[in-house]
């Protein structure tokens, strides 16, 4: 009887054991996609929050959806005339271009593109000191693998823009392309 109260004991503590290395392992599976720093140096981290920020435009190419989203304190900046009145963004302005593939919807009862597969989250924020050799902002871009389910940095940096080509409407638009749209 001893003898199999033990046994029953050591196969409990097996079984505990086994479960809480299971949920170890599971736990190494999800990704905490604030953990990861973009090519440049700058954490995901500085954006925590975005995917409940408001939309400030949308756009979209040949390949993809896009949806540019920007934090409360950029979002007031936009409020208050900024950038049209030339005055540029405020510091701890954050804002995030988010891109999907397309695809046609075949539940619309008419012809429409919605998103398909998540592909990138490029991200900007101004801190003038911080980025003071990019006109003081700061760029990040993280792609999405969808069959994977996690996002990575882009290993070039900024592969689809970046200062490079935001530089273009430094003047007029202190680097920044979308406008606040009209609700």
């Keep these: 009887m001893q003898r199999n109260g033990k046994f029953t004991i050591a196969m409990a503590a097996v079984g505990c054991i086994a479960l809480l290395g299971g949920s170890a392992l599971h736990a190494k599976g999800e990704q905490d996609k604030y953990a990861l720093k973009s090519a440049s140096g700058i954490p995901f981290s500085e954006w925590k929050g975005y995917e409940d920020w408001s939309v400030v435009s949308s756009a979209r ?19 208050s005339g900024i950038p049209g009145n030339g005055k540029p963004f405020p510091d701890g302005s954050k804002i995030a271009k988010l891109q999907w593939s397309q695809k046609k919807s075949t539940e619309a009862p008419f012809v429409v593109d919605v998103p398909d597969a998540y592909k990138q989250a490029f991200l900007m924020q101004r801190d003038s000191k911080r980025f003071a050799k990019s006109d003081g902002w700061g760029y990040a871009v993280f792609n999405y693998d969808p069959k994977a389910g996690i996002f990575a940095p882009d290993p070039t940096g900024v592969q689809d823009c970046g200062q490079s080509c935001h530089v273009k409407v430094k003047e007029s638009k202190d680097s920044i392309f979308h406008p606040y749209q009209m609700r």
């Excluded at 190419?61 to 409020?79: E, G």
């Design 61 to 79: 190419t040949d390949d993809v959806l896009k949806v540019i989203v920007a934090n409360p304190t950029m979002i007031a900046a936009y409020k």
